[in-house]
Structures are given as structure tokens and as C-alpha cells.
């Protein structure tokens, strides 16, 4: 596995109190001197070496599922899109395959959407994502069951490359059903990126990672596209691509949902579609009546694209 003894340096910070992304983002430009961490923290050499050797240890035991971890000041530290403030931006990645296709200059777009798709939507979402690939995008999702595994599959089969984010270390993919689908990713030339290293020390803490995952997929993406999904309501439905669709937002990152009035009126998958498009105006409806239009410009980029 590749790793520098900054990025080491950087997980090591996260161990100490209330040293969470917010800080190390604030604080750290990365390739910090360990006398110089350690008066940021102010701690002493002895207990920051003492926790670093208990954090490289740990990222040791990932073995062959990880090829490197990269992290802020790193040479290979991606940028991200869109305005996101410290706490929510990443400093650490772990990751298996090609890490350049986070790179600025990769037009990646995200496509996400239910976990129970029905026929109808799959369809939809097949053939909207083939067109978004003949614009030589890569496709962006979360190796989660249904429309996730939908825009993962249909990138593959159309000899694209796709990266999955992961809400789970690489050495435990989940969900289980998709670990062939994470190993064709990576063959295909692909990516599977992750935060962790660790195993969640609750269920309070897999479900956090959820949320915390769907920030990713918005800030590594030009433009993210909603398949379906239900809307958050009393009636306990709601689903995961709300965070994502609202992360975008909030960053300023170019938002896209597939909805047709007519066919999807009352269907509670569309939910959440209809209720972006009702919200916010300047999100760009795709239908098949302006497919191609639509898509267009969600993958048209800036002609000056600024790499800092």
C-alpha cells in the first residue's frame, strides 16, 4: 500500500480531541514537521508517536484491499468541486484503483436514486446514463444496491470507467452483494474510495457513515442526477440520495432529477424529483423530450477550469 508519513501524520491528528475535519482543514496544509503538530495539538513527541504507530498499524492491516491512501497536502490529494466549508470537506482517502479520476479535470457526474428500483425506473436510468457517457463522463455512485448499482453497471458495460464511494473500509465492501461488482470496478480501471479504515463502533456510526458518504459523491462531481427516490415524510419513507441532492446544493454543484409529469405523478419513488424540481428552479428536469438537451448541460463545464 502507498502512503506518505504526512498522511499517516494526518489520521493521527484526527485521533486527538476535537481535532475533527473542521480543524484539520482550518489548521493543517499538510507535510506539517512533528514538532510543528505537536504544538498545534499542544501534546508532546512521545504520545503523538505513540498514536501514529497505533494508526499505521491499522492502515497496515488493510493489506492488498487498499493500494494507497492519500491526504491533504499529499501530492495525489484530490481536489474538490463546489464551495464546501472545512467540516465537510475530506483529508483523508483510502483507495483502491486509479485515484487521478477524482481529479478536477475529469468530468465525473454522479448518479444516484433508490434502493428499489422498479423495471421502469431501471430502464429510465440505463438510458439516461448511456447518454451522459457519450459526453466521456465517468459515472459517479455509492456501490449501493439499485439505481447505485444500475449507474455502476451501465458505465462497465458500456467499457467506462466508474468510481465508487464507500461508506465502509475497502477491506469490508458493503454491501456484500456488490463486492464482485467493487472487484470489476477496479479491473475496468475504475476507483473505490473511502474515508475509513476501521469498522463502525455502532449503528449510530454505520448510519452517520451513510450520510457523511453522500457528501462525497456531490464534491468529487461536476453535476449529480437524481434517478429516483422517495421524499422524507411521516410515513417512514425517505432515502439516502436526500442528503446527496441537498449537499449539492449547498455547494453549488449543478443538480439534475429525471421526472416526467405525466408518467410520474403520484408515484412516491418521484417524490423527491418532484419536490427538487418545485423548490429550486434551477434544477435541470430530464425527460425524454429534452434528453440530450438536459444533459448537455449538465456535463458543459466553465471554458477556464481553475486546478486550486
Request: charged fraction near 25%; proline fraction near 4%.
Amino acid at each position: 500500500m502507498l502512503y506518505t508519513d504526512n498522511a499517516i501524520n494526518v489520521l493521527t491528528v484526527r485521533t486527538f480531541p476535537k481535532k475533527g475535519p473542521a480543524w484539520i482543514n482550518n489548521n493543517l496544509l499538510g507535510n506539517e514537521s512533528i514538532a510543528e503538530l505537536c504544538s498545534l495539538l499542544e501534546t508532546d513527541e512521545y504520545e503523538f508517536k505513540e498514536k501514529s504507530a497505533r494508526i499505521e498499524a491499522a492502515v497496515s492491516r488493510l493489506g492488498s484491499s487498499v493500494d494507497g491512501l492519500v491526504a491533504l497536502g499529499d501530492v495525489d490529494f484530490p481536489h474538490i468541486r463546489g464551495n464546501v466549508k472545512p467540516a465537510d470537506k475530506p483529508f483523508a482517502l483510502f483507495y483502491k484503483g486509479d485515484i487521478s479520476l477524482l481529479s478536477q479535470s475529469n468530468l465525473n457526474i454522479a448518479v444516484i436514486g433508490v434502493l428499489n428500483p422498479d423495471c421502469k425506473i431501471e430502464l429510465t436510468e440505463k438510458i439516461v446514463t448511456a447518454e451522459i457517457l457519450k459526453c466521456g463522463a465517468t459515472i459517479v455512485s455509492g456501490l449501493a444496491l439499485g439505481c447505485d448499482t444500475i449507474a455502476h453497471k451501465t458505465a462497465l458495460d458500456h467499457g467506462a470507467k466508474t468510481i465508487a464511494v464507500l461508506p465502509s473500509p475497502l477491506s469490508g465492501i458493503y454491501p456484500k452483494e456488490n463486492v464482485a461488482l467493487a472487484e470489476r470496478i477496479v479491473e475496468s480501471g475504475g476507483l473505490l474510495v473511502s474515508e475509513y479504515y476501521d469498522d463502525p463502533k455502532s449503528r449510530n456510526d454505520m448510519v452517520s457513515r451513510f450520510i457523511v458518504r453522500d457528501r462525497l459523491q456531490a464534491l468529487f462531481s461536476d453535476a449529480i442526477v437524481l434517478a429516483a427516490s422517495y421524499a422524507l415524510n411521516n410515513l417512514g419513507n425517505d432515502c439516502g440520495s436526500r442528503h446527496a441532492m441537498g449537499k449539492a446544493k449547498l455547494y453549488g454543484i449543478k443538480r439534475g432529477v429525471i421526472y416526467n409529469e405525466a408518467k410520474h405523478h403520484g408515484n412516491p419513488m418521484f417524490d423527491l424529483n418532484r419536490q427538487i424540481l418545485q423548490e429550486d428552479q434551477s434544477v435541470i428536469r430530464i425527460d425524454s423530450t429534452n434528453m440530450r438537451e438536459a444533459i448537455q448541460r449538465l456535463v458543459s463545464r466553465p471554458s477556464t477550469l481553475s486546478l486550486f
